[in-house]
């Protein structure tokens, strides 16, 4: 029988410290769709998508309302785009087609975002590949709700430098074609190491090949819940810290695994995982950095901030495994800086620098996320950019991911915003420092030897 | 049977209980179980209620609650009793 101070918990969580679930992602296989007809491709593309999901909100709103914990994304992952047009597109403006075709089917079924618009080129690209990478500048810029994520290394095969060079051009091309809008396509596209198949967050949700038809994927509550209990503990021993950080997880997990089989049960729709990240919003006091602070640091960033970091991804997951039957996608913690107030807050007064995110991604899942930089800064030292990253999930066999945003015509400290989810923050600066000669060699970085296990 | 949680919590005064229960006594919903302390003037009250016989939907719940609890100054909401056990129970 539920007790008076455990019910209460429960309620305090939601209405005091941010305790919902952040997505429930549907994943829906497009590989039954492929069509070297264009425009048939795109019809069937549109069917399968609002067929499979057309209740997919209406069932996320019901159980949060029946559980009293709002589910705040209601959001579909496809199979990467790159492999579906593959047979039907002849140009990136056939690619751009195939993302309008999504942008719509999700205005359809009323979820925020459709990921996908992918392309796995860790080893080698084919032409396929090609020309959707070359489409994304367009392909963003004519649409709303459709992210795109490209996979350029691997711990297994090692980085495709070539694609590395490719896509610092492509996201200089894409915060052209979005300058109005401070360069918000760049929001929308991710480049990745050892990306997950079953990711339900945005923007590098895709639907592996091997994936089922259909899978249904959770991503826990957010950083709030945490920073709340550890307030509670403030300034007591590592093991208490531990504890109710892992304590904290499991709780916040259960809500997770609970609505991920509630949904599918109800969507007919197999249960896929709980992905266990927290991941802030710029909501007050939902935000990673309150509790790095939390934890003793007096901004993030300072020094100890990747110790804190690494104990509370590690004390999530311990919480967290425990609590789901099946555990996946990037389960880690987040690390945004325009999406996270405090992170933000954090970069603006000089506390958290380029150089310390990307230390700190060596530790938490994901990587440099939504930095605004300045929007002259030269492909190529993007390209040095995700190179570094890359290598750090190659070397480590961990999930890396790079999310910059040049943002055009603005410089090192003038304010970008995004809106809603995606935050704002002043741009921070680049190290000036060219690596054109090393990014235009040309040609892959072998796999690393800690990957011949066979 | 279909068990849902009702917590309440607000400013203590006279008749809050029996405002609640008249609320759940006109639309169907039996009361298994009631918890409550007050503390400094503030009440805190859990009840486990049988919403089989009830006709509306969760939404109608949740807002004729909302409606009594402005009639005693105090916030109550109604959920789902599997999410207390599975945070709170291995």
Known sequence: MVELDEAFETVNMVSHENLDVRTITMGISLLDCIDPNLDRLCDKIYRKITESAKDLVKVGDDIGNEYGVPVINKRISITPAALIGGAACKTPEDFVKIAQTLDAAAKEVGVNFIGGYSALVQKGMTNSDRLLIESIPQALAETERVCSSISLGSTRTGINMDAVRLMGEIIIKTAEATKEQDSLGCAKLVVFCNPPDDNPFMAGAFHGVTEADRVINVGVSGPGVVKHELEKIHGQSFEVLCETIKRTAFKVTRVGQLFAKEASSRLGVPFGIVDLSLAPTPAIGDSIADIIQEMGMERAGAPGTTAALAILNDQVKKGGVMASSYVGGLSGAFIPVTEDKAMAEAAEVGALTLEKLEAMTCVCSVGLDMIAIPGSTPATTISGIIADEMAIGMVNQKTTAVRLIPVIGKDVGDFAQFGGLLGEAKIMPVNKFGCGDFVNRGGRIPAPIHSFKN | ?90
């Not at chain 2, 919903?29 to 009840?47: A, F, R, V």
């Not at chain 2, 049988?50 to 959920?79: F, H, R, W």
Request: aromatic share 6%; glycine share 8%.
């Open chain 2, 1 to 90: 049977m279909s068990k849902t949680i009702v917590t309440l919590v607000g400013k203590d005064r006279v008749g809050i209980i029996a405002t609640v229960c008249n609320f759940f006594a006109e639309n169907n919903i039996n009361i298994l179980d009631l918890k409550q302390t007050t503390s400094q003037g503030y009440i805190n009250m859990m009840m486990i209620v049988d919403t089989d016989l009830y006709e509306g939907s969760v939404e109608n719940l949740n807002k004729g609650l909302e409606s009594v609890g402005a009639q005693v100054g105090c916030i109550i909401k109604a959920q789902h009793e599997e999410i207390f056990d599975m945070m709170h129970r291995i």
